[in-house]
């Protein structure tokens, strides 16, 4: 790690986790950490409308590919971080179903 750049090094998640991110542009720490929080409040909100199960289970996968196309500028934060391919970075973080497929969603 090169102060809070990320490149092929490791960068510790605020929850202590090590996550190893390869081959991608610099992302700082800033960044990653806004894409975790994007994804997460994304994920409290569908969850709280009940398109997710309390073990982060998708519900309804419909209704959650609507609700990412609906609000496309929601999630810039996590677009860039997949775009610049911290995908596995932000999943380390952030585990479960719903976030893979969110991932997936804001890639396409």
Sequence with gaps: MHGDKVGRDQYKAGDNTHITV???????????????????????????????????????????VAAVNSQPGRLQALGRAVSSGARDAVLSAVQGGMAALVAALVRM
Excluded at 30 to 59: C, H, N, P, Q, W
């Design 22 to 64: 390869t081959d991608q542009e610099s992302l700082s720490r800033a960044e990653i950490d806004a894409a975790i929080a994007e994804l997460r409040a994304f994920i409290d909100e569908l969850t709280a409308r009940g398109l997710v199960a309390s073990d982060g289970s998708v519900l309804d996968p419909g209704a959650v």
